[in-house]
């Protein structure tokens, strides 16, 4: 597609609830990104994909937080048991090589209540 | 780790005034970014700045880096309401992903 595409753009979970968010990169990107912002914060990293090898997983805050892109394309984020700190935007960011500049998704709007 | 510090913070503006916001980062940076985030709305990428002395320029925004001082600043001529909006700064983390500032909120008034 022409960007990168997120879905739901807005989720209302109750506490101890799954979640899954999902990202569709712009075809072709290799590179695949998700940030967490909390309000009135800038983003925050929270893992990195190439391809769909996910390379970096050290911003995930807890193991209640899991992301996949099994066929190096779509790529979900899931969080379980969701906690109200887990409230926040969702924002998923492609790039074709290091070269070129990051393309963000218009992000989930995560409310647990 | 490389950490990346905005100021100001709050900006109020009156239209017509220039104004500059700085991004400071400690460490090495191979590339920094700004982006601006409108409420409610995603990032939008304004400027990559790829090396030092850098000097990229779009509309009223001017944006530089300076690597030897690890300083970008972002000018704005002339401030209209329209640039009113969240921006940010980012640098390159070594694994490839985008460290910000905590944003400067812009609101620039009649």
């Known amino acids: 597609g022409a960007g990168v595409s997120q879905s739901p753009r807005y989720k209302v979970a109750k506490r101890g609830q799954d979640v899954a968010l999902r990202c569709d990169p712009i075809s072709g990107h290799v590179s695949l990104f998700w940030y967490q912002q909390a309000l009135g914060q800038g983003p925050e990293f929270l893992t990195y994909?190439?391809?769909?090898?996910?390379?970096?997983k050290s911003g995930l805050p807890s193991d209640r937080f899991f992301a996949e892109r099994p066929e190096g394309s779509v790529s979900t984020l899931k969080i379980q048991r969701t906690q109200q700190e887990d409230s926040a935007v969702y924002l998923c960011?492609?790039?074709?090589?290091?070269?070129?500049?990051?393309?963000f998704g218009s992000g989930t709007r995560l409310t647990v209540v | 780790e490389l950490k990346v510090e905005q100021n100001p913070l709050f900006l109020s503006m009156q239209e017509g005034k220039n104004y500059t916001i700085y991004c400071n980062y400690s460490t090495t940076s191979d590339r920094l970014y700004w982006y601006r985030q409108d409420p409610g709305k995603s990032l939008e990428s304004l400027f990559v700045l790829l090396s030092n002395g850098a000097v990229k320029q779009e509309g009223r925004l001017m944006a530089s880096l300076d690597t030897k001082a690890r300083l970008s600043t972002l000018h704005i001529t002339a401030a209209v309401h329209d640039l009113s909006a969240t921006y940010f700064c980012?640098?390159?983390?070594?694994?490839?992903?985008?460290?910000f500032g905590k944003g400067t909120k812009l609101s620039v008034k009649p």
């Open positions: 994909f190439q391809n769909e090898a996910q390379l970096d």
């Open positions: 960011a492609s790039r074709l090589t290091p070269e070129y500049g990051y393309t």
């Open positions: 980012a640098g390159g983390g070594s694994q490839g992903n985008l460290i």
